[in-house]
């Protein structure tokens, strides 16, 4: 069974840091795309990022380019997003899913940028 | 950016009825390979959102024959032949075909 894992979220001031991660598990980890995608509190979702199989390429939505990072260890069965320079508009759960087009998600973590 | 338009916003119907949601790209999305990447996913209240139909009208494993998804171009549809109570949720369309990816905005369907 697929299963999708998110940790690493939390409170963070403006212009602050965090790294989200997600431990997968029972696929084979490196035959997949992975993304990351986002919901403000009561808003609808957003696509935030993907990375190929190998890591080799990524794409990264306009609203975040220059300040995130997506990146995955296959050697740790593992999918990350580094943060950098957060505003209080990236507040959101940020949800971990397989493929480029979403299959399965995880259980999302919580980001709340605030003073 | 293609932008994805769901009406209707808000959907009341009642269990047993059918329901319909629809969703309209501002651009085509025939992907160069033939294929066109629209995909529709629901999310009941308090969970993660679950993907029922991708590429237009292929259910995922798991989802209710009662759902179906069918359109071409730019206009799609998403049916519930019969609505039951764990249907209840807001359903999202979501185009894949180019980047960034986009998704509607959502349709709220609750029982009368």
């Known amino acids: 069974e697929v299963h999708l894992v998110e940790s690493g979220g939390g409170l963070v001031q403006p212009g602050g840091s965090l790294r989200l991660s997600c431990a997968a598990s029972g696929f084979t980890f490196n035959n997949y795309w992975m993304s990351w995608v986002r919901q403000a509190p009561g808003k609808g979702l957003e696509w935030v990022a993907n990375i190929n199989k190998d890591g080799s390429e990524k794409f990264h939505v306009d609203s975040v380019k220059g300040r995130f990072t997506i990146s995955r260890d296959n050697t740790k069965n593992s999918l990350y997003l580094q943060m950098n320079s957060l505003r209080v508009e990236d507040t959101a759960v940020y949800y971990c899913?397989?493929?480029?087009?979403?299959?399965?998600w995880g259980q999302g973590a919580l980001v709340t940028v605030s003073s | 950016d293609v932008v994805m338009t769901q009406s209707p916003l808000s959907l009341p119907v009642t269990l047993g009825q059918p329901a319909s949601v629809s969703c309209r790209s501002s651009q085509s999305l025939v992907h160069s390979d033939g294929n066109t990447y629209l995909s529709w996913f629901q999310q009941r209240p308090g969970q993660s959102p679950r993907r029922l139909i991708y590429?237009?009208?292929n259910r995922d494993s798991g989802v209710p024959d009662r759902f179906s998804g069918s359109g071409s171009g730019t206009d799609f549809t998403l049916k519930i032949s019969r609505v039951e109570a764990e249907d209840v949720g807001v359903y999202y369309c979501m185009q894949g075909t180019q980047r960034p990816l986009t998704f509607g905005g959502g349709t709220k369907v609750e029982i009368k």
């Open positions: 899913a397989r493929t480029y087009h979403f299959d399965y």
């Open positions: 590429k237009v009208s």
